[in-house]
């Protein structure tokens, strides 16, 4: 233990800190539960952050550094990489870890010409942004990360085929949850959305984005005969007007509810009785996860990791092929069947405090930091 005496400095960099988005939320959480008398830990972002943002950095004892960089390959891009190499040697930081791709091109660089530091590149969804150019750059930069963390077995899969890294070099850790449901708001309830108490509701919580596919889950909320059932979509973007166009043409309009959580997610999925997930691309999903805390039942389709947390027929339905119809008559069999709903949605629960707790991401996260540390 004598090489640990000192603690272990961690610098992490992503392009923004936003919050209620789910890598800002892991590592925000990540950030304040790790053992403070253990490590010490910086946050570099390429755009300023916001005020809320760096005061919970600055109660969790992060020290904070914004790089202010809008194009890397500019003057100001090569200004903040001498700026951070010189930050990374002058402080003796032990551990780079980069998030999304900008920060990962001006991280990786930065620790491989800072030296004396070990560089871990995350993943943590399919790489539906992945272009044939910027593979071909990915695969040469990541010849300089010594680590690559991810967040599902999925996932480790499309990076080590995709961008071709030696699986011994990935390690998995799934998300941990640190806030469980608790006492709902009572302001969010079914009569606040105008919704029968006699009604079941079918939801999503989503980003209104395309790759979520929310135009998928709007046209099997249509083809599902039950009249006397209600769709709540809760998430932002820039697709809402599209989504309730298309509900309009579905004549589903009257019974779409979108809406979006101002704090607490788990007020809103309190109202669902079966919580769908229509996404093309998915890495380890948070909204799964959260469904399952909630005791819900959730029906998804069988992309990335989804298959990691809901087991088939047990805590949910995976949806092979990406089929629609076969959604919806899983739907359908789950508003039917209340029994079925209840026992599927107790074993959710019980599956999701014990495999996605924050407390043992936590404990996986620091596991690792020590074993490549100690490797410097």
Known sequence: MAGFMRKIKVLYIIDNLIKGAGTENQLLGLITHLDKSEFFCTMVTLQPLNIEIRSLLGESGCDYLCLDVNKLLSLN????????????????????????????????????????????????????????RLLFYLRRLNRLADYFLVNAEAVKKVVSKTERVKPEKIKVIYNGVFKLPGEVNPNINRRAFNIPAEASVVGIVANLRPVKRLDVFIRMAASLPNQNVYFMIIGKGDERDNLLNLAREMKLDSRLIITHSAENIYDYISLFDIGVLTSDSEGLSNTLIEYQLCGIPAVAFEVGGNGEIIVDGQTGFLIAEKDPLVMAERISLLLNDRPLRDEMGRAAAASAKTRFAGDKMIKDTCDFYKSIAGSN
């Open 77 to 132: 891009g090569l200004k903040a990489m001498m700026r951070l190499r010189k930050y990374i040697r002058n402080n003796r930081i032990d551990i780079v870890q980069t998030f999304f791709i900008d920060a990962n091109i001006i991280g990786v660089m930065t620790a491989f010409l800072a030296g004396h530091c070990r560089c871990v590149v995350s993943r943590r969804d399919l790489g539906y942004w992945y272009t044939p």
